[in-house]
């Protein structure tokens, strides 16, 4: 095929997806959203596998009867209108700092942050946060924005006639063929911040002391030993920005909290 007519098609398909994926997120930001939400349930599901099958799954009872209690108290504030019916937890046996939840109802925290989100409103505010990354739709976001980087490398490698088909090779990956496509991608500091604000209301409509999150990120910063890089070489916000939006939110989310309790939500999660 001629690459005027390579080219061509490609930029019909870059059209046609932007037409079809507008959508907005639960902030109210508009969204790229190419894949439906069976197709990103599977490579969150695909991805969980992988996790498990590499990483050293946790046997400590009373640290997975920890975690699946904060869990389960955060995830029962989720609306039914997202459609996700269970969660599977699993703690990891490692000294990374880290959790994830991924489409599909996975939730992963690794043994090490617990040294970091010392009691249950902490722990409550990392699982929140990434809970908000599932429900916000932010994994087919990033995979939505490769993709038409993809295409959009297509049609400038039809345009100028070259046989490497590295449009094709870079809307592959772009739709996570491969490996732990779930947690591989990082979200921007746009998702980050959405989730923090996101995470914050849904910890507090669980019961859990939103206040908190601000204790978290300043051992989330002391922990990092100021090797983090400044806010604008990451894709996270710096801890001195979160900290302080964090810090901002508070008015909002602190009645919430207060409601929660009042309706008899007072979670009781042991270490």
């Known amino acids: 095929m001629r690459a005027s007519s390579l080219s061509r098609l490609a930029l019909t398909a870059l059209c046609s997806a932007l037409l079809a994926g507008c959508a907005q997120s ?3 930001r508009n969204q790229m959203l190419l894949f439906s939400p069976q197709q990103m349930n599977q490579l969150g599901a695909d991805s969980f596998t992988q996790m498990k099958q590499q990483e050293k799954v946790s046997t400590d009872a009373r640290m997975n009867a920890y975690v ?5 108290a955060v995830t029962a504030q989720v609306p039914a209108s997202y459609g996700i019916t ?4 699993v703690v990891f046996d490692s000294k990374e700092i880290n959790a994830f939840a991924l489409p599909g109802g ?12 010392k009691n249950q409103d902490q722990l409550a505010t990392v699982i929140g946060h990434e809970l908000t990354h599932v429900l916000a739709q932010h994994s087919n976001e990033r995979l939505s924005r490769d993709q038409l980087t993809g295409i959009g490398l297509a049609v400038a ?3 100028i006639g070259s ?5 094709g090779a870079a809307t592959m990956a772009a739709l996570g063929l491969g490996v732990q496509v779930g947690i591989a991608l990082p979200y921007g500091r746009t998702q980050e911040s959405e989730a923090d604000r996101l995470g914050l209301e849904l910890m507090a409509r669980a019961g859990f002391n939103p206040a908190e999150a601000v204790t978290l990120w300043q051992n989330m910063s002391a922990a990092s030993g100021g090797k983090a890089p400044p806010q604008l070489l990451s894709t996270h916000p710096s801890d ?4 302080a939006n964090l810090q901002a939110q508070q008015a909002e989310v602190q009645p919430l909290y207060q409601q ?3 309706s008899g939500l007072v979670p009781q999660c042991k270490a």
């Open 68 to 72: 699946g209690c904060v869990a389960k």
């Open 86 to 89: 269970s969660w599977e937890v």
């Open 26 to 28: 639960p902030t109210g």
């Open 106 to 117: 996975k939730i992963g925290v690794y043994s090490g942050l617990l040294k970091v989100a």
């Open 163 to 167: 046989s490497d088909s590295l449009g």
């Open 260 to 262: 929660a309790k009042a």
């Open 157 to 159: 490698d039809a345009a």
């Open 240 to 243: 001195q920005s979160r900290i």
